[in-house]
């Protein structure tokens, strides 16, 4: 099986064009300031619009990886690595903006990388997920 990757698409949009708006801005206001503002000054400006490309970047940053053996879950700011037999489920309710995986310990995960705001693609996504961990996930009759 090759390696499969979910990413949500609108929120990475949104985040990625917000944080090159916002640099850009930051870039500008630095270069266009009055003469009395002082380099130190315009650095800061600079240094702003760097911390919020970070912080916008840790909105677009998660996704779900399928691999052969795992399942690597990257949330904003945490990353999870499990076996295909950790997962027993995963789901969905109508109305949540993003499933949850259900583990073998008893605990749920929630998976940033598939976002209802997306729609039909999510419902498809979150099925692809489900096929997997169906052929995956369950371990083998002795």
Do not use: K
Request: hydrophobic share 50%; glycine share 6%.
């Amino acid at each position: 099986m090759a390696t499969v990757t979910w990413r949500p698409r609108n929120i990475r949009l949104v985040a990625y064009g917000l944080a090159a708006l916002v640099l850009a801005t930051m870039v500008v206001l630095a270069l266009i300031l009055p003469p009395d503002w002082r380099l130190q000054d315009r650095a800061g400006l600079v240094l702003f619009g760097v911390f919020a490309v970070f912080a916008l970047h840790l909105l677009g940053r998660p996704r779900l990886v399928a691999e052969q053996n795992q399942v690597i879950v990257v949330n904003s700011i945490r990353t999870h690595v499990l076996e295909w037999a950790e997962i027993i489920d995963i789901r969905m309710p109508t109305g949540e903006p993003w499933p949850t995986i259900d583990l073998a310990d008893g605990s749920t995960l929630a998976v940033l990388g598939i976002q209802s705001s997306d729609g039909e693609t999510a419902r498809r996504n979150l099925s692809r997920f489900r096929s997997l961990l169906h052929d995956r996930g369950e371990a083998q009759e002795p």
